[in-house]
């Protein structure tokens, strides 16, 4: 089965960096994108940025200039390095993966996700 493992969350000052990492597992035939996502609590889940297999990238308008998104195709990994957090940033960070894999017996393109990632910053 595909699993998507984050790591990186955590506590950090208001100005503060942090950087999340998520590795994708299974049998995998492609990955066409990854991207991080966030909610927080009593919100819904919105993209935070998202980068394709090509590298072309893209970002919440909340973000830009603070996070960068970057992957090593080579190891099914995406990271997202966080800076100058602010208050507004809290949330569980979400992993997403738009890939082909073998999934109970079938070869499948679909959407994964990881389980998610606690991002506090404090004031």
């Known amino acids: 089965q595909v699993q998507l493992v984050e790591s990186g969350g955590g506590l950090v000052q208001a100005g503060g960096s942090l950087r999340l990492s998520c590795a994708a597992s299974?049998?995998?035939?492609?990955?066409?994108?990854m991207g991080w996502y966030r909610q927080a609590p009593g919100k819904q889940r919105d993209l935070v940025a998202v980068?394709?297999?090509?590298?072309?990238?893209n970002y919440a308008d909340s973000v830009k200039g603070r996070f960068t998104i970057s992957r090593d195709n080579a190891k099914n990994t995406v990271y997202l390095q966080m800076n100058s957090l602010k208050p507004e940033d809290p949330a569980v960070y979400y992993c997403?993966?738009?890939?082909?894999?073998?999934?109970?017996?079938?070869?499948?393109?679909?959407?994964?996700w990881g389980q998610g990632t606690q991002v506090t910053v404090s004031s």
């Open positions: 997403n993966a738009d890939l082909t894999a073998r999934v109970r017996q079938r070869i499948t393109r679909g959407q994964f």
């Open positions: 299974g049998t995998i035939f492609g990955i066409h994108s």
């Open positions: 980068i394709t297999s090509g590298g072309s990238t």
